[in-house]
């Protein structure tokens, strides 16, 4: 099975950069998905990582190491807007299955 | 352009009774579809996904069932409904190799 990890909670300051960490343990890896949730809404995309190395959009870059089972969303100059969780997800297997951690809810503050 | 329709978007059905939301896509063929449900205050937890006409695969062993009657329709049921299958379900779709994974708007469910 997978197992997908993140922290439940993260607290940072409006004009800041916070890096939220994934942890994962799966068979037949095949890329790794981050979005963005706010509360009583369905998640929005916000990257994909299939390669190691850093994809960078704007304010928002993503990191993967497959060797690790790791990868990171790194959030610059964060604006209060930015108060959402964050959901990691794994595809596996034929590109077909594709699983999500329990999420990283960031509060920023001013 | 691809959009992906749910109905309805809120519901509040007594425990014992039948279940059924379905989930359209447009502007795509043959894409990969999931039912995911989200419990207040947690993660998505992948229940169903298909990779075509009358193909499920079944993630977690429950009171529910899916089935995907055309190419671009995904239908989550539920013969009696419990209290514990309350939660926001979400339906999404993927194009073979495709690189995003899009959700559609959610159906909020009570069970009462």
């Known amino acids: 099975g997978q197992n997908i990890d993140q922290p439940t909670e993260m607290t940072a300051t409006e004009g800041a950069i916070v890096q939220i960490n994934c942890t994962y343990q799966t068979s037949g890896f095949n890329g790794l998905f981050w979005y963005q949730q706010h509360a009583g809404e369905a998640p929005t995309f916000l990257s994909y990582n299939v390669l190691d190395g850093l994809e960078e959009k704007g304010r928002f870059s993503s990191f993967l190491s497959r060797s690790k089972g790791y990868s990171y969303l790194l959030l610059k100059e964060l604006q209060m807007k930015d108060s959402a969780s964050y959901l990691c997800?794994?595809?596996?297997?034929?590109?077909?299955?594709?699983?999500f951690g329990t999420g990283t809810k960031l509060q920023v503050i001013p | 352009s691809q959009t992906i329709h749910q109905w309805p978007a809120t519901l509040v059905q007594p425990v014992g009774s039948p279940l059924s939301l379905e989930c359209t896509v447009e502007?795509?063929?043959?894409?990969?579809l999931y039912w995911y449900r989200q419990a207040a205050g947690r993660g998505l937890q992948l229940l169903f996904y298909s990779v075509g006409i009358g193909q499920i695969s079944s993630e977690v062993p429950q009171n529910l069932s899916a089935s995907r009657p055309q190419d671009r329709q995904f239908i989550l049921s539920s013969k009696k409904l419990l209290l514990s299958d309350s939660g926001f379900y979400l339906c999404a779709w993927i194009w073979g190799r495709g690189e995003t994974q899009y959700f559609g708007p959610g159906t909020r469910l009570l069970v009462l």
């Open positions: 502007g795509t063929s043959n894409p990969n």
């Open positions: 997800a794994v595809r596996t297997g034929g590109y077909q299955k594709v699983t």
